[in-house]
């Protein structure tokens, strides 16, 4: 079972809520929002610590940036 961590506490990490940590990121990647469309998480918005759910993370060891989806309407 994956541990379930405070935003204070994550280095690289999600919420099902549709964000992402990653510390080890660029600035405009580090605190992002996305939208989750049939499983598939795509177009990051970058967001402050502040507007980040506090509990409920998963940490993970790395994202792949270079695969980010990008959908256009």
């Known amino acids: ?13 999600f919420h099902p ?3 992402r940590i990653d510390k080890t990121a660029s600035p405009m990647n580090r605190y992002t929002k996305w ?3 049939e499983s598939h ?6 967001v402050c610590f502040d507007s ?3 509990n409920g993370w998963i940490a993970k060891d790395r994202f792949d940036w270079d695969k980010v989806n990008k959908l256009t309407e």
């Open 1 to 13: 079972m994956d541990l379930v961590l405070n935003a204070t506490d994550v280095i690289v990490g």
């Open 52 to 54: 980040l759910p506090q």
């Open 17 to 19: 809520a549709g964000y």
């Open 41 to 46: 998480w795509c177009n990051p918005k970058p």
């Open 35 to 37: 939208d989750i469309i």
